[in-house]
Nanobody
Framework: QVQLVESGGGLVQAGDSLRLSCTAS?????????MAWFRQAPGREREFVAV????????YYADSVKARFTISRDNAKNTVYLQMNSLKPEDTAVYYC????????????????WGQGTQVTVSS
């Protein structure tokens, strides 16, 4: 079992930056999990944002956030981060971190563990 807790959301203006954190707890080895960030805006489906493969060797991003967002992980702290720069109003959503053992995917249905979400609101 893995428990995930996100933090770092808030209200910012367009062009600002935020860093989200997601800390995992439980018996499982954090480094064995692919860690991903998804987001969900009101009235829309949950969408993929970024993923760090297990061990942290590779990362992938949605086209909409590429070059603005950076996912990183500290396996010693059981924490994954999402650095968000040059934020836009369309980035407004609840951001969730998710974990999946070994394998990664862009589809949220394949992730086994989820955090409670943290709200990010970007004003224009």
């Amino acid at each position: 079992q893995v428990q995930l807790v996100e933090s770092g959301g808030g209200l910012v203006q367009a062009g600002d930056s935020l860093r989200l954190s997601c800390t995992a707890s439980g018996r499982a080895a954090f480094s064995s999990y692919a860690m991903a960030w998804f987001r969900q805006a009101p009235g829309r489906e949950r969408e993929f944002v970024a993923v760090s493969m297990y061990g942290g060797s590779n990362t992938y991003y949605a086209d909409s956030v590429k070059a603005r967002f950076t996912i990183s992980r500290d396996n010693a702290k059981n924490t994954v981060y999402l650095q968000m720069n040059s934020l836009k109003p369309e980035d407004t959503a609840v951001y969730y971190c998710a974990a999946r053992f070994r394998q990664y995917d862009y589809d949220p249905q394949f992730y086994d563990y989820w955090g409670q979400g943290t709200q990010v609101t970007v004003s224009s």
